[in-house]
């Protein structure tokens, strides 16, 4: 053996000398390190280690169809054989684009007129910010312009986006948000509703809220309104009964557009194709990412409504050209997986399907977890949920959040194999499994839950911060 052999880093170190995390504790990665992921198979993945996990995430909410899809890989590689890149500026264009923007709007809720392309949630959150803006200048409207999202939405991290996002993670030491964005009352029924207050009555009041900021900064500055139809980071939170109707009627009254952000709920997630259907959402801008290539590449969309484009198209010309635009703007390798995600959702009718083992998976998840001294609350739609811990059921005291219970939860979950994500700034742990997801996975989905809350329980009775009493 060779003694001045140099030994290679292994992958662990050559990450933390080299990479920055996204939404990762700087101070911890450098401790702890990284887990490699090395592939992926149906609602599995498995690390560098040979450690297999149930990701009931679906990444970050993302893999719709699941893993490792040969239909997937062979719409990429057919469409990089053929045109692997070309830009869509000055009127250049590309089949795959063409026919997803005809499908999209098809599919689509309210009467959706155009897709813009993007590659992320947040940049497509961040045209959405500038065409309100423009509509409102080619209006002839140039004051109308504040956007109000809410408090614990979740629209991206760009500058506009990060902006509307309503979790200060995302704003702290970033100089954000911008001074157009104003943030309204999260709709959380469970910790903010006043003790006797019915869902409707409730909604009422978050409508009353609306409309008081709406004429307290001028129903002539009010230009938009971003809602997240199931709120997911924020904490999976659905909206109390008659929220929706009771919002878009505050909108009507002063002209102001409302913009339904479906980068999680959309294509199937809630058991509908889009979260805005049974909500009775009328969306005159939505936007779209995640589930419309299931990950496999990156690729977003905003869509326009009728109304929007119709502005667009009569006052446009006054500008000049649409100076807005990405060089990757409808990727034909990306608008190729869109399109075979859409035949994959449509053919194995994964709507329905996200509907019938979303019934079983919210039944199973009430029957099992709903006694635990620790929940608070399961709450969800179709293939989406999410479990509240709490410190005093009784009292639905929460968990400071400084103890880092869910987090500490989220790692009981890894050493059982299984991936449920802790959301951030709150104790909620969610689920988000790919809507492939069989009932038997469900099983195994709550079983190993099961094992790591119990864990948790002793854990924290042994740490002395918590007793079977509550504290
Ligand atoms: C509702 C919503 N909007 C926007 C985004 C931002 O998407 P991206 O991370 O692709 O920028 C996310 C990401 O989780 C999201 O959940």
């Known amino acids: 053996m060779n003694s001045t052999a140099v030994t290679k880093p292994s992958l662990e170190e050559l990450d933390k000398q080299n990479f920055l995390h996204p939404f990762t504790s700087i101070a911890t990665h450098l401790e702890t390190g990284p887990r490699v992921i090395v592939e992926g198979e149906g609602v599995y993945i498995t690390d560098n280690h040979g450690n297999k996990y149930l990701d009931a995430m679906a990444g970050l909410w993302c893999v719709n169809i699941g893993w490792g899809r040969e239909e997937m890989v062979e719409a990429i590689a057919n469409q990089s054989r053929t045109l692997s890149y070309f830009h ?16 999209l709007l098809k599919l689509s809720p309210g009467n959706m ?31 109308k312009k504040k956007i109000i999202s809410r408090w614990g939405s979740y629209h991206g991290v760009t500058v506009a986006a990060a902006s509307l996002t309503g979790l ?61 139809p199931i709120m997911g980071a924020g904490g999976v939170i659905v909206p ?43 969306p005159d801008i939505v936007t779209i990412a995640k589930g419309l290539t299931s990950g496999y590449v990156p690729l977003s969309g905003s869509m326009i409504s009728e109304k929007i484009w119709q502005v667009l198209k009569e006052e446009s010309p006054q500008i000049g050209v649409f100076g807005h635009g990405f060089t990757y703007s409808a ?12 035949d994959i959702i449509e053919r194995e009718n994964l709507v329905g399907r996200a509907a019938k083992t979303g019934d079983y998976f919210q039944q199973k998840l009430r029957d099992t977890f709903a006694e635990h001294p620790l929940v608070g609350e399961i709450r969800g739609m179709g293939l989406i949920a999410a479990i509240e811990l709490v410190q005093n059921k009784a009292t639905k005291k929460p968990f400071p959040l400084e103890l880092k219970v869910a987090p500490g939860m989220a790692q009981l979950c890894i050493q059982e194999g299984l991936i449920s994500r802790s959301l951030p700034q709150s104790n909620a742990m969610a689920f988000s499994p790919p809507l492939v997801i069989t009932e038997t996975e469900c099983d195994e989905v709550i079983a190993k839950f099961s094992r790591a809350l119990n864990q948790l329980t002793d854990n924290l009775v042994k740490e002395g911060v918590w007793k079977s009493s509550g504290k």
């Not at 500038?130 to 509509?135: A, D, N, S, V």
């Not at 207050?197 to 971003?226: N, Y």
């Not at 990727?331 to 859409?342: I, K, R, T």
Request: charged letters at 20%.
């Open 88 to 103: 869509t500026f000055a009127s250049m264009s590309n089949e795959p684009a063409i026919r997803l923007a005809e499908r």
């Open 113 to 143: 007129s155009k897709v813009f392309f993007g590659n992320s949630g947040s940049d497509a959150n961040d045209t959405n910010v500038k065409l309100i803006w423009y509509y409102n200048n080619l209006r002839g409207n140039p004051k």
């Open 168 to 228: 200060t993670n995302t704003h702290k030491a970033f100089d954000v948000p911008l001074p157009q964005i104003l943030h309204t009352e999260n709709p959380h029924y469970y910790f903010n509703a006043p003790e006797g207050m019915s869902e409707r009555e409730w909604s009422q009041h978050l409508a009353g809220k609306l409309e008081a900021l709406i004429l307290a900064e001028g129903p002539d500055t009010v230009a938009a309104f971003i809602a997240e």
């Open 240 to 282: 109390p009964e008659g929220y929706f109707e009771a919002v878009q009627a505050v909108l009507q009254k002063y002209d102001v557009l409302m913009v339904a952000d479906e980068v999680i709920c959309g294509f199937g997630r809630c058991g509908r194709w889009f979260g805005s259907e049974p909500f009775g959402i009328e």
């Open 331 to 342: 990727h034909p390798l990306a608008a190729a997986a869109g399109n075979a995600n859409l």
